[in-house]
């Protein structure tokens, strides 16, 4: 089982940037699936970005695309997520989330994924 910690959250102004990162422990960051989730309050969690083990294939929804790139670096065990253009609407705490497997199809659904961080909260002040 994958261990995952967030970081990089914080307050910003809108049309600011953030960067999240999250590091994996635990298993081998290579064989996973990574994806992005945020969830404001009162509202589901929601998707917002994913790729697969490799990088080859990223997903992004659709109110993030443009804005908002996702990455990894195998090497260092981390999926970043990096905002740009922030809205106040994108305000939620973000969870990283991993799912085992190397599928070329990227996941979207929360169900998808097995193992979630403790999530970093996003304030973006209009």
């Known amino acids: 089982q994958v261990q995952l910690v967030e970081s990089g959250g914080g307050l910003v102004q809108a049309g600011g940037s953030l960067r999240l990162s999250c590091a994996a422990s635990?298993?081998?960051?290579?064989?996973?699936?990574m994806g992005w989730f945020r969830q404001a309050p009162g509202k589901e969690r929601e998707f917002v970005a994913a790729?697969?083990?490799?990088?080859?294939?990223?997903d992004y929804t659709a109110s993030v695309k443009g804005r908002f790139t996702i990455s990894r670096d195998n090497a260092k065990n981390t999926v970043y997520l990096q905002m740009n253009i922030l809205k106040p609407e994108d305000t939620a705490v973000y969870y990283c989330?991993?799912?085992?497997?190397?599928?070329?199809?990227?996941?979207?659904?929360?169900?998808?994924?097995?193992?979630w961080g403790q999530g970093t909260q996003v304030t973006v002040s209009s």
């Open positions: 989330a991993a799912t085992l497997g190397k599928s070329p199809v990227v996941p979207r659904r929360v169900s998808d994924f097995r193992s």
């Open positions: 790729i697969t083990w490799n990088g080859g294939s990223t």
């Open positions: 635990g298993s081998i960051f290579s064989s996973y699936t």
